[in-house]
Nanobody
Framework: QVHLVESGGGLVQPGGSLRLSCAAS?????VAWFRQAPGREREPVAY???????GYKASVKGRFTISRDNAKNTVYLQMNSLKPEDTAVYYC?????????????????WGQGTQVTVSS
C-alpha cells in the first residue's frame, strides 16, 4: 500500500510559477500527475518512471518539469509560465510497476488533490 500526499497548490497570477510536491509512504515505480478542471475529465499532465524517464502532455511541455527525489520518496511538478487554462485540481497517482498510460484507472494509488488556480 502506498499513501500519497500532495502539497504546493495555490493561487498564482498568469505567468507565475508553482511547485507541487507528492510525498509517498513507499517508493512507487511510476508516479504521474493528473489534473481535473470543473466539468472536465481527469487528464494526465506528466509522468516519471523508476529509471527517471519522463513524459508530458503536449500543452505543458516546456513549461512543466517533473522530477523525483528517491531519498525523500517525493515527486515534484515544477510549473512555470502558468496560464488560466492550467487551473484545476492536481492529483498525484502512482503504480507499483513502470507504466506509461493516460488512463487514470491504470494507477492504483491516488492522493487527495491540491487546487491550482491561475488568475489575475
Amino acid at each position: 500500500q502506498v499513501h500519497l500526499v500532495e502539497s504546493g497548490g495555490g493561487l498564482v497570477q498568469p505567468g507565475g510559477s508553482l511547485r507541487l510536491s507528492c510525498a509517498a509512504s513507499g517508493r512507487p515505480f511510476t508516479v504521474a500527475w493528473f489534473r481535473q478542471a470543473p466539468g472536465r475529465e481527469r487528464e494526465p499532465v506528466a509522468y516519471i518512471l523508476s529509471g527517471l524517464a519522463t513524459g508530458y502532455k503536449a500543452s505543458v511541455k516546456g513549461r512543466f518539469t517533473i522530477s523525483r527525489d528517491n531519498a525523500k520518496n517525493t515527486v515534484y511538478l515544477q510549473m512555470n509560465s502558468l496560464k488560466p487554462e492550467d487551473t484545476a485540481v492536481y492529483y498525484c497517482a502512482a503504480a507499483p510497476t513502470d507504466l506509461i498510460s493516460d488512463q487514470p484507472g491504470r494507477y492504483e494509488y491516488w492522493g487527495q488533490g491540491t487546487q491550482v488556480t491561475v488568475s489575475s
